[in-house]
């Protein structure tokens, strides 16, 4: 039997990507494809993202001021993100949008994604799941949001708290401490 109560990190791409499309109607089988998840893996994270308040009881609408909270201040300790070598990869955090242009960074400080098909080279990080570099790579949305999970997740101060100023902005609240 699957555990239905910890989250896990592909939950909160499943909820990234159901904020991305709350006004298009949508199946399973929709997120599966586009996330490169099985059905029965988005299956269990929408029973484990509303076991953890973070979905409706429907299943079909992210909580978002809990969502909002969760990300801002918990996202870091839950999901922390590692620095690891210097690599060819795809960049994130504050390298990539939509913080690249509001962050002045040195060229030698970027982060990336390892991947083959990246062009920066760049101190890697693993993405937040495995299958997050394949699906932001579908959906430009789905790639500034993870940029910004990424800000969070390895920021220093400054970029988590613009990171977090823009995730407000994304969910519509301003007073989430």
Avoid: C
């Avoid at 109607?25 to 953890?52: M, T, V, W």
């Amino acid at each position: 039997m699957r555990d239905l109560y910890g989250l896990k990190p592909q939950d909160l791409l499943i909820l990234i990507k159901m904020l991305i499309w709350e006004a298009k109607p949508y199946r399973l089988l929709d997120l599966s494809a586009e996330l490169g998840l099985s059905q029965s893996e988005i299956s269990f994270a929408l029973e484990r993202a509303k076991n953890a308040h973070l979905l409706d009881s429907s299943k079909r609408k992210p909580i978002k001021s809990a969502l909002a909270e969760f990300l801002i201040h918990g996202l870091k300790y839950v999901f922390p993100a590692v620095p690891g070598p210097i690599d060819r990869g795809i960049p994130t955090a504050h390298s990539a949008p939509p913080l690249a242009k509001q962050i002045i960074f040195d060229k030698n400080d970027q982060i990336v994604w390892p991947s083959p098909d990246g062009k920066v080279r760049g101190q890697t990080v693993s993405p937040l799941y495995s299958s997050a570099t394949y699906a932001a790579q579908k959906d430009p949305k789905l790639y500034e949001w993870l940029s910004l999970l990424d800000a969070i997740r390895l920021g220093r101060a400054r970029e988590r708290k613009i990171a977090a100023e823009e995730i407000k902005k994304r969910l519509g609240y301003t007073h989430v401490e």
